[in-house]
């Protein structure tokens, strides 16, 4: 929630739609130019960040024409050799697109049409639809992925060129999580205790062409990404829903397929007049993201006193999470652009700059929801005892047998849109020769507007204006002391704010959006000590206090029963914490070997609070969501330029956090440490080729999450 991206200088689209995530692994390596990753803010970045900003910057005209693929394999220790259970998908599914077998025909009636059929014509409508519910197992398949980039040069003089960089990639990934899931009632009474086998395919498929003509001191590029990330999931349950002394056996499954495909264009210009000292940018963009989630289907038995299984659908009434499907499709349309004007000029016989600029984003999304349950006529009393693969046969639908009901309702369906307007004033100035000072202020217009049918629109508005500065202090030609302070902003996503309710088989639950939702301005203050020793070497030590005034949350809504969930700001909250930052070769231990190994950390202990006000009933004081109190990132690694060989061991472990929050009346789902051990090794096999071998999550420890409640602590894992 409180990072933001952006890739050559404008901001970056979140890579899923229903949250803030970026998927960086769509950019191959070969075509990034730079990755800066700014902690503290300044006029020119934008304002929604607050731990880090993520600037990706690509190659615009290669040095010299080459053509690089790469080819691999692997897998999944918890999934080779072992049965993977899926379901018959469609022939596209192998490059993350449904081929339409899913998707509801153009010509099936709307929901009122539906609703006002005779059960005869909802059963023919029922007889339509893919009636594919069966799974089956097959060998468990090999991870895939390959990439070929390549690039041209055209120079024509040292300042006068034309050029070009192309990429292709393709990724494809296996996965078996297996779940324990517990869900408890206030009194410690265990209400489901489920485990669930969830098989997963996922696609990563995509390409880049950028487009760069320079002369002189101007440049002009074109660069264009697009990428498909798809996920395609068979879920299957196994457990107890529990009912007083009652227990009913639960066999249920889920099985989606989801598709995203995010287009992204960029038109930049940078300019530099020596007529006066300025420097221009400019960036037109625009980004088009569609996703698509065609016929998610769920069914679920029930056995009472161990007796047979039977679908769980009530005569003459359906129950969509019991035995129903589920579309729905998603566009999102983004048009960007900003400028800014740098001159630079001398001051004190020393460099100054002042910068000013402005930015603008238009985010408009269209979102669609069908919900269909199957409803039980009076003459299905065998057919409900049917195996998922016979039960929705195409001669079980008839008015007395199966038939459909559409259960959508006016809040899964919404349009909306956000304006985004920013400029800001900036000055570099350089005092003396010790003393740097970047500061100034960014204001920022945010409206963001959500309609749903027959649902009174939401709309929310703010102007904020938020100042940074970023003082620096050269000891010597090696140290720096910096001192920052700013005022930044974390917004709340569409999804969040939407009155749309979505089933999470996973959770058991109800997700909801809240409409009173705002924005979160948070207050920065941060002290660096900054030490280069040499080369590739840094030992960095800082402090940092932030301030959040009504931080977002997801939280409890209900917890008796099914459980449903949502999001809420909380009053307010702090955030203080210590940070090492250490990067070292061990030539100092002796010459020769040592000299090859490096050994880096970064460490930081956070103490996080949310605070209520003294007359909250029933609330204490917290850590914040999803915080945790310390975090643990360490490597060593083995560079041996002459032979070729790369190695590094990577190493991350965050501290117990809150994964959860509850209400007052119910406790906190908490999230348990969990270690993770990477490896990683790289042989040049000769000039122009490489060999790689990579071990992920090698320590493999399960995920636990859990409450307390008095001296129990109640737990499900993964």
């Known amino acids: 929630r409180y990072n933001q991206a952006t890739i050559n200088g404008a901001l970056m689209t979140s890579t899923e739609p229903q949250r803030k995530t970026f998927a960086f692994d769509i950019l191959p390596a070969s075509i990034i130019d730079n990755i800066v990753i700014n902690k503290a803010a300044t006029p020119e970045m934008p304002a929604e960040f607050a731990g880090g900003l993520v600037q990706v910057n690509t190659k615009d005209v290669p040095d010299n024409n080459f053509l690089q693929f790469s080819v691999g394999s ?21 490059f993350g697109v449904d081929d339409g077998s899913r998707k509801l025909s153009s010509s099936f009636p709307g929901t009122q049409d539906l609703r006002s059929s005779t059960a005869a014509a909802r059963a023919e409508l029922g007889r339509q639809l893919n009636d594919v519910w069966g799974t ?75 487009l760069t003509y320079r002369s002189g ?81 769920r069914l679920k038995y029930t056995s009472v006193n161990n007796g047979d299984f039977y679908v769980n659908v009530p005569l003459n009434t359906g ?40 930015l603008f984003q238009r985010k408009d999304r269209e979102f669609r929801a069908r919900a269909l349950a199957i409803i039980r006529g009076n003459n299905s009393d065998n057919l409900i005892y049917l195996a998922p693969d016979k039960i929705f046969a195409k001669e079980n639908y008839a008015s007395d047998k199966f038939y459909l009901d559409d259960l959508t309702g006016p809040a899964d369906s919404y349009d909306a849109y956000a304006n985004l307007g920013a400029g800001f004033l900036q000055f570099d100035n350089q005092i003396g020769e010790k003393i740097r000072v970047v500061w100034g202020a960014r204001v920022e217009y945010f409206l963001q507007h ?17 100042p940074s500065l970023n003082f620096t202090y050269l000891l010597n030609s090696k140290t ?32 909801y959006g809240n409409s009173q939702l705002t924005r979160t301005k948070i207050t920065n203050i941060d002290a660096r000590y900054e030490l280069y020793p040499k080369a590739g070497e840094v030992f960095t030590f800082g402090v940092f206090y932030k301030y959040f005034d009504k931080p977002i949350e997801t939280s409890y809504e209900t917890a008796q029963g099914s459980p449903s969930f949502s999001y809420w700001n909380a009053k307010r909250a702090t955030s203080l914490g210590v940070e090492l930052e250490f990067r070292k070769n061990l030539g100092f231990i002796g010459s020769g070997v040592f000299e090859k190994f490096s050994f880096f950390t ?6 996080s609070q949310v605070k209520f006000p003294k007359d909250y009933a029933g609330a204490e004081d917290r850590p914040m969501q999803g915080q945790s109190p310390y975090v643990v990132n360490a490597g060593l690694q083995f560079d041996n330029q002459g032979s070729g060989t790369n190695a590094s061991v990577l190493f ?66 993964l």
Request: hydrophobic share 35%; charged share 20%.
């Open 602 to 607: 970064n460490a930081a202990l956070i103490k």
């Open 74 to 94: 692997g897998f999944n220790t918890r999934t080779i050799g072992k049965d993977f259970s899926t379901y018959n998908g469609g022939k596209l599914d192998i």
């Open 480 to 511: 720096n002391i910096r001192i920052a302070a700013s005022q930044t902003v974390s917004r709340p996503e569409f999804r969040e704010i939407s009155p749309f309710n979505f089933y999470d088989f996973e959770r058991n639950g109800l997700v």
């Open 217 to 297: 001191s101007n440049k002009f590029s074109w660069k264009n990404a697009y990428s498909i990330n798809s996920n395609d999931q068979t879920i299957l349950r196994n457990g107890q829903d529990i009912d007083g002394d009652i227990r009913y056996g639960v066999r249920s499954q889920e099985l989606s397929f989801v598709s995203n495909r995010l287009f992204n264009s960029q038109l930049i210009g940078d300019h530099f007049l020596r007529k006066g000292n300025y420097r221009i940018r400019w960036n037109l963009n625009t980004a088009l993201m569609h996703q698509d989630l065609p016929d998610l289907r």
């Open 450 to 466: 959500l309609q749903s049918p027959t649902l009174s629109a939401i709309e929310h508005s703010a102007t904020d204006v938020l």
């Open 652 to 717: 991350n472990v965050i501290g117990k956090r809150i994964a959860q929050v509850g209400n007052i009346d119910f406790p906190h789902i908490w999230e348990k440490p969990r270690p993770l051990l990477d490896f990683q090794i790289t042989q040049r096999l000769f000039t122009n080729a490489d060999l790689k071998f990579t071990a992920s999550d090698i320590l493999s420890s399960r995920g636990v999450f859990y409450w307390e409640g008095g001296d129990k602590k109640m737990a499900s894992g």
């Open 319 to 358: 129950a969509p999470r019991n035995a129903g499907r589920f579309y729905s499709d998603l566009n999102e349309k983004v048009f960007g652009g900003s400028v800014d004007v740098a001159k630079t000029f001398k001051w004190g016989n020393y460099q100054q700059q002042v910068k000013a600029g402005g």
């Open 136 to 210: 089956h197992t097959k060998s468990s398949p090999l991870n895939t992925n390959f990439q070929v980039s390549g690039g041209f040069s055209g120079k024509q003089s040292a300042n006068k060129g034309f050029g070009g960089i192309f990429s292709v990639n393709y990724n494809k990934q296996n996965r078996l999580i297996d779940v324990n899931r517990k869900y408890y009632e206030l009194d410690g009474r265990t209400r489901f205790d489920y485990n669930d086998l969830q098989y997963a395919q996922s696609v990563l498929f995509g390409g880049i062409a950028n």
